[in-house]
């Protein structure tokens, strides 16, 4: 088997597990109101018709609330402010850009932020554009190849897939992100601050809660998660990464400017700061992730997936 077919493999494999978050999730109520129905009208319902019930509430439930949740997201970011020659002018190059690779010139919705980043989602709702200030400040072929790498996601309908599963991974990641802080709590207070304290009056001899017992939660609310959080990790790993490299392949050949633009870009975006600014539910959908270390652990993946673009994008090997 040839590298284009393991390639492809394994983006179906992803693909198939990031599908499978919001039919995991949909059973908590489907499964027992299946129950409750049997019970009730005295049917038997098959497992059959349950998992199958359950796949079409789960997936079309993620793909009706994922446009929603991106286009109320996108409306409490903070606005570019720009006038109207500037917006002009990067509506038109976002223009050019989508003709050349062959899509609808996507609405472009720019924010004020430090991160250099532009994401694009898809749905039903239409196709958005979110860009940051800071990455329209870059050099014109730096900028241009970003936008260019977002466009591509627009054409393989990779962004429509990832929008329409947002929810559920958004579920998992503030489940599991939850888990672990709860794992790693402890006192923010040592043995002779408490001293201290009891002696003024106003520390309590114990911890209401002791931190064993945090982590005892913390241990739980992973194991109810398990069956989603590992589905949710390979589709990170083998869909959303694959992707991203996808994109960077179909860039690339658009011409040597193209790839230096989007080798400085992606070196640009990983080590300027403001990461903090660019919101978490759009790294997905962006042309370079920005999760921070913890959230980076909770998906199973690092800024090594950065690093590794920027080498082949480097190096000029084929992608």
Same mark, same amino acid.
């Given at each position: 088997?040839?590298?284009?077919?393991?390639?492809?493999?394994? *983006?179906?494999?992803?693909?198939?597990?990031?599908?499978?978050?919001? /039919?995991?999730?949909?059973?908590?109520?489907? !499964?027992?109101?299946?129950?409750?129905? @049997?019970?009730? /009208?005295?049917?038997?319902?098959?497992?059959?018709?349950?998992?199958?019930?359950?796949?079409?509430?789960?997936?079309?439930?993620?793909?009706?609330?994922?446009?929603?949740?991106?286009?109320?997201?996108?409306?409490?970011?903070?606005?570019?402010?720009?006038?109207?020659?500037?917006?002009?002018?990067?509506?038109?190059?976002?223009?050019?850009?989508?003709?050349?690779?062959?899509? =609808?010139?996507?609405?472009?919705?720019?924010?004020?932020?430090?991160?250099?980043?532009?994401?694009?989602? =898809?749905?039903?709702?239409?196709?958005?554009?979110?860009?940051?200030?800071?990455?329209?400040?870059?050099?014109?072929?730096?900028?241009?190849?970003?936008?260019?790498?977002?466009?591509?996601?627009?054409?393989?309908?990779?962004?429509?897939?990832? *929008?329409?599963?947002?929810? @559920?991974?958004?579920?998992?990641?503030? !489940?599991?992100?939850?888990?672990?802080?709860? !794992?790693?709590?402890?006192?923010?207070?040592?043995?002779?601050?408490?001293?201290?304290?009891?002696?003024?009056?106003?520390?309590?001899?114990?911890?209401?809660?002791?931190?064993?017992?945090?982590?005892?939660?913390?241990?739980?609310?992973?194991?109810?998660?398990?069956?989603?959080?590992?589905?949710?990790?390979?589709?990170?790993?083998?869909?959303?990464?694959?992707?991203?490299?996808?994109?960077?392949?179909?860039?690339?050949?658009?011409?040597?400017?193209?790839?230096?633009?989007?080798?400085?870009a992606v070196a640009f975006a990983g080590e300027?700061?403001?990461?903090?600014?660019?919101?978490?539910?759009?790294?997905?959908?962006?042309?370079?992730?920005?999760?921070?270390?913890?959230? @980076?652990?909770?998906?199973? *993946?690092?800024?090594?997936?950065?690093?590794?673009?920027?080498?082949?994008?480097?190096?000029?090997?084929?992608l």
């Open positions: 088997m040839n590298s284009g077919a393991i390639d492809r493999a394994s *983006t179906a494999v992803g693909a198939l597990a990031l599908a499978t978050v919001p /039919v995991v999730l949909a059973t908590i109520p489907v !499964v027992p109101l299946a129950w409750l129905l @049997g019970v009730a /009208v005295g049917l038997d319902v098959g497992g059959g018709v349950v998992g199958l019930a359950t796949a079409l509430v789960g997936l079309a439930t993620s793909a009706a609330l994922g446009p929603v949740l991106v286009d109320r997201r996108i409306a409490r970011l903070p606005a570019a402010d720009l006038d109207d020659r500037p917006a002009a002018f990067i509506e038109s190059r976002v223009d050019a850009v989508a003709e050349s690779v062959g899509v =609808d010139p996507p609405p472009v919705t720019a924010v004020r932020a430090e991160a250099a980043n532009v994401a694009v989602a =898809d749905g039903y709702r239409g196709s958005r554009l979110v860009v940051s200030t800071r990455l329209l400040s870059l050099p014109a072929a730096d900028r241009d190849a970003a936008l260019r790498h977002a466009v591509v996601r627009l054409r393989t309908r990779e962004a429509a897939f990832t *929008t329409a599963l947002l929810p @559920g991974l958004v579920v998992v990641e503030w !489940v599991t992100l939850l888990a672990t802080l709860l !794992v790693g709590r402890r006192s923010d207070r040592s043995p002779a601050d408490r001293r201290v304290n009891r002696i003024h009056g106003y520390e309590p001899d114990r911890e209401r809660i002791p931190a064993p017992a945090y982590a005892a939660a913390g241990l739980l609310v992973w194991i109810v998660a398990l069956p989603a959080w590992i589905p949710a990790v390979v589709g990170d790993r083998l869909f959303v990464a694959d992707r991203r490299r996808a994109a960077d392949a179909a860039v690339a050949r658009a011409g040597e400017t193209e790839r230096d633009g989007l080798a400085n300027a700061a403001g990461a903090a600014d660019w919101p978490p539910l759009f790294d997905r959908l962006s042309f370079v992730s920005m999760a921070d270390d913890e959230t @980076g652990r909770v998906r199973g *993946t690092s800024r090594q997936e950065a690093r590794v673009r920027l080498a082949r994008l480097r190096s000029k090997r084929a």
